[in-house]
């Protein structure tokens, strides 16, 4: 999920599921993205990465998302902030998901002036959580963008 204080596209909106619409289900590693599974090496193209070059890693799923926002959609005047909260899911393709966490984490952009425009972004404190939060719920249960079939069942967690 994303939140965005920033100019939108006539097609986004402030909360938003946090992938392409061609992306065939809201979970990062089912479609185009970067991501690896078990022992992988990170991403070929590195440039938008704080690292150089590729990496060994080991992981169920890791995912290699490095979002950024140009100057263009900043508003004049106010910094620029997105937070996005990745949970974890564990898919049971014949009962309910289950989240296994959450993470809330994001970056801002300081706006300097009307000549200099915005800082270079500067990331916001991770955040681990147990469970999603009322917003993240909200955002997944009134998006149209996927037909989601084994959707958690959300009435019995306990958002944070």
């Known amino acids: 999920m994303r939140f ?51 990496h060994s890693r080991a992981s169920t799923v890791g995912i290699y998302d490095t979002p950024y926002l140009s100057d263009w959609f900043g508003i004049k005047g106010q910094d620029i902030v997105v937070e996005f909260e990745t949970c974890v899911v ?37 955040q681990c959580v147990i469970t999603p939060t009322t917003r993240f719920i909200t955002t997944v249960n009134d998006s149209h963008q996927f037909d989601y079939q084994n959707i958690i069942d959300w009435e019995l967690i306990q958002p944070q």
Request: glycine letters at 8%; one cysteine or more.
């Open 90 to 126: 564990c898919e049971n393709y014949s009962q309910r998901d289950s989240v296994l966490s959450c993470g809330k984490w994001g970056f801002s952009r300081d706006y300097v002036n009307e000549m200099d425009g915005w800082a270079e972004p500067q990331t916001l404190p991770l």
């Open 4 to 54: 965005t204080n920033s100019k939108l596209l006539a097609t986004q909106t402030k909360f938003a599921i946090d992938v392409p619409s061609q992306q065939p289900s809201p979970f990062y590693d089912d479609g185009e993205l970067e991501y690896g599974r078990g022992s992988h090496l990170t991403p070929i193209d590195s440039t938008d990465k704080p690292w150089f070059g590729r």
